[in-house]
Antibody, heavy 121, light 107 residues
Framework: EVQLVQSGAEVKKPGESLKISCKGS????????IGWVRQMPGKGLEWMGI????????RYSPSFQGQVTISADKSISTAYLQWSSLKASDTAMYYC??????????????WGQGTLVTVSS | DIQMTQSPSAMSASVGDRVTITCRAS??????LAWFQQKPGKVPKRLIY???SLQSGVPSRFSGSGSGTEFTLTISSLQPEDFATYYC?????????FGQGTKVEIK
C-alpha cells in the first residue's frame, strides 16, 4: 500500500526556522514526484511546489518561490518542506502528496495525513 | 497559471436534493479535472478523476462531466454524509490549481 506519513504538529514563534517531513513507503520513492499543498485555517487548497526525489528537480508555484524550500533525501524516502524564518501567516495545515504521472498532467494521490504548523508569539 | 473558478462558494441543501457544482477553467484543460471532498479536520478525498470517472469506492450518486473549460460535479440525491466542502483541481499544466471550494451545508 502506498503511504505518505508526515511529521507531527509544530508550534513555533515568528522568526524561527522549521523543517517538516513526509516519508513515503510502499512504492519506488525515486520514481514519483512529491508535492506540497497548503491549507490556511478555514481556507482552500493551494499548490506550493513539487520535487522529483530521483534527481531533486524542484519547481515552485510563483506564490511560494523564495518563501519555502522543498528538498528530499532519497536514501530514507523522505521529502521535506522548510522555512528559514516563519511568519504568523505561515500558520496552516500542510499536506504532502504523491503525484501520479508526469509533472504537467500528474494528479495528487495519495495524500499524507497533514502537518499542522502554528506560528504565534 | 490556469485559474479555476468554482461556483457557488457555498450552498444550503436538504437531504435528497440534487446538487450541482460548477468549475470553469481560464483556458482549456481537456479532461484533466478531478473533484475532491473534504470534511472538517480530514484529508481531501478524491471522488472523480479525468472529469467523469468515479473513484473506486465512491457512491454512484456522485458524477462528473465536462471537457475543455466547463465542468460539473453532481450529487444526485444528497445524503447526510455528503455535507462537506468540495474542490475541483485542474492538472492539465503545472502548477495544478484548485477551485476555491464549495461548502455544502444542511438547510
Amino acid at each position: 500500500e502506498v503511504q505518505l506519513v508526515q511529521s507531527g504538529a509544530e508550534v513555533k514563534k515568528p522568526g524561527e526556522s522549521l523543517k517538516i517531513s513526509c516519508k513515503g513507503s510502499g512504492y519506488s520513492f525515486t520514481s514519483y514526484w512529491i508535492g506540497w499543498v497548503r491549507q490556511m485555517p478555514g481556507k482552500g487548497l493551494e499548490w506550493m511546489g513539487i520535487i522529483y526525489p530521483g534527481d531533486s528537480d524542484t519547481r515552485y508555484s510563483p506564490s511560494f518561490q523564495g518563501q519555502v524550500t522543498i528538498s528530499a533525501d532519497k536514501s530514507i524516502s523522505t521529502a521535506y518542506l522548510q522555512w528559514s524564518s516563519l511568519k504568523a501567516s505561515d500558520t496552516a495545515m500542510y499536506y504532502c502528496v504523491m503525484v501520479r504521472g508526469d509533472i504537467l498532467t500528474g494528479y495528487p494521490d495519495p495524500w499524507g495525513q497533514g502537518t499542522l504548523v502554528t506560528v504565534s508569539s | 497559471d490556469i485559474q479555476m473558478t468554482q461556483s457557488p462558494s457555498a450552498m444550503s441543501a436538504s437531504v435528497g436534493d440534487r446538487v450541482t457544482i460548477t468549475c470553469r477553467a481560464s483556458q482549456g484543460i481537456s479532461n484533466y479535472l478531478a473533484w475532491f471532498q473534504q470534511k472538517p479536520g480530514k484529508v481531501p478525498k478524491r471522488l472523480i478523476y479525468a472529469s467523469s470517472s468515479l473513484q473506486s469506492g465512491v457512491p454512484s450518486r456522485f458524477s462528473g462531466s465536462g471537457s475543455g473549460t466547463e465542468f460539473t460535479l453532481t450529487i444526485s440525491s444528497l445524503q447526510p454524509e455528503d455535507f462537506a466542502t468540495y474542490y475541483c483541481l485542474q492538472h492539465n499544466s503545472y502548477p495544478p490549481t484548485f477551485g476555491q471550494g464549495t461548502k455544502v451545508e444542511i438547510k
